[in-house]
């Protein structure tokens, strides 16, 4: 499956973005979908994941309460609400999908698809 992620800019603390990604194929339903990110010099982290059906999402601690995902899989689309924005989520911002066994929501991994990234810059 092809993943192309859009959506990232510039914005200032306190604002807020809404990343997508969209899939190639119809087999996107039967895949779980997350967002990493990777900032300057940093590793590549996890965000946010979606199981399949949608049922369930997973967040890190660092974005918990200001990140929202979901899923639309009719449009074959994920989204990523992101509220309170803050100078260390700059970063760029990865959409992966996968089958997950065992839960492991949380690892690179896990997911064999990734998207070519899009920039999001937090102003202070």
């Known amino acids: 499956v092809q993943l192309q992620a859009f959506g990232g800019g510039l914005v200032q603390a306190g604002g807020s973005l809404r990343l997508s990604c969209a899939a190639s194929?119809?087999?996107?339903?039967?895949?779980?979908i997350a967002w990493f990110r990777q900032a300057p010099g940093k590793q590549r982290e996890f965000v946010t994941a979606i199981t399949s059906g949608g049922g369930s999402t997973f967040y890190a601690d660092s974005v918990k309460g200001r990140f929202t995902m979901s899923r639309d899989n009719d449009k074959k689309t994920v989204y990523l609400q992101m509220n309170s924005l803050k100078p260390e989520d700059t970063a760029v911002y990865y959409c992966a999908a996968g089958f997950v066994y065992s839960g492991d929501y949380f690892r690179r991994g896990t997911y064999d698809y990734w998207g070519q990234g899009t920039l999001v810059t937090v102003s202070s």
């Open positions: 194929e119809g087999a996107f339903r039967r895949y779980a």
